[in-house]
């Protein structure tokens, strides 16, 4: 939360602490040191005090947590038919939507309440610059954008056909995302995170591999908790063998992992997912916590002390893209508030809960971003999961 958000929300207040001082406040973050405040307001240490623990207060009466959680991958504009039941092919004409599944989830955590920056690169085009303007309308933190002027900013056409299956079509040879340098990348952003959250796509070519790989290190030495998605796109991939490596090349290193029932069967070579043996062979020593998805089934959990399944919400789905970020999403949410959630498993079904609730919204409509909830629809929508 940045402190001029603040300043609109209670301006008498704030004057009453700060007085005239308070238009300063617009280039001034949360997380801002102590001594930073001090010599941007001069104050005395004092009122920096007074300032912070007020700053605090406002964030916990609105809901939003200070701690981070920075998403690190692709970002691109995703054109879904504007009917449903179609093949690509077949589709009379397509509404364009801001995607990818990295800022998918740093959208939805800030629908929800939470504090979220993306990492990434778009092309220096209009599509481009419409991604980062999204970014900003949702309070994104968006310092970690680049931008590429010598290669466009990705494309997908997604849609679900007739017979229930999702359909791909990507344009990215190369595209910006794919273009990241470890030398763009924002070390301090990444090391302000709770949680660095990411998938596999950006595991797919150099120099963006490289990137991702440093950011990780990054993160890890940071001590923020690690989110995995693999996210399984295999149009994108030179082999599905490729993309089982490339996902399992840094499978060990992630504290959370959400897969879905398909992904296990994709990793595991054709083992049955619904099967925990099976499951639990994906689960490494150092692993806090693994998600399996199952649509508006639900969701299934493990950890090193306890396991389980948490029902779904059923709805009528139109577009089923970015369901599995919005999930996501609510749980990084959670967890970034109460990372104790890992081991009590009564508020981690909670969780839960309120994470397949933020899924099942997202269906209803078509296009990722513009589907991911509020939290105010989410509380509103839990009641039909617990009758």
Partial sequence: ???????????????????????????LRFGSSPSR????????????????????ALADDNGKPSELIVCFGEMLIDFVP????????????????????????A????????????????????????????????????RGIRFDSGARTALAFVTLRADGERE??????????????ESELDEDLIKEAKIFHYGSISLIAEPCKSAHLAAIKMAKEAGCLLSYDPNLRLPLWPSAEAAREGILSIWDTADVIKVSEEEIEFITQGE??????????????NLKLLLVTEGQEGCRYYTKDFSGRVSGLKVTAVDTTGAGDAFVSGVLTKLASDMTLLKDEAR???????????????????GAI?????KEAVLAALPRVLA
């Fill in 37 to 56: 405040l001090q010599t941007k307001l001069r104050l005395s240490g004092q009122s920096v005090k007074r300032a912070c623990g007020f700053a605090r």
């Fill in 1 to 27: 939360m940045d402190f001029s958000a603040a300043a609109a929300s209670t301006p008498t207040a704030l004057q009453r602490v700060w007085g005239p001082k308070t238009s300063n406040l617009s280039t």
């Fill in 272 to 285: 049955d997912p619904y099967d925990d043996n099976v499951v639990l062979k994906l689960f490494h020593e």
């Fill in 348 to 366: 981690m079904r909670e969780a839960l809960q309120f994470a397949n609730v933020c899924g099942a919204i997202t269906v209803t409509e078509r």
């Fill in 168 to 181: 791909f079509m990507f344009f990215r040879n190369p595209s910006a995302d794919m273009l990241l340098k």
């Fill in 82 to 105: 504007t009917v449903s039941g179609v093949s690509l092919g077949e589709a009379p004409a397509f509404k364009k939507a801001a995607g990818g599944a990295p800022a998918n989830v």
């Fill in 370 to 374: 513009p589907a991911l909830p509020t």
């Fill in 107 to 142: 959208v939805g955590i800030s629908r929800l309440g939470g504090s979220s920056a993306f990492v990434g690169k778009v092309g220096e085009d209009e599509f481009g610059y419409m991604l980062v303007d999204i970014m900003k309308e949702n309070n994104v933190e968006h």
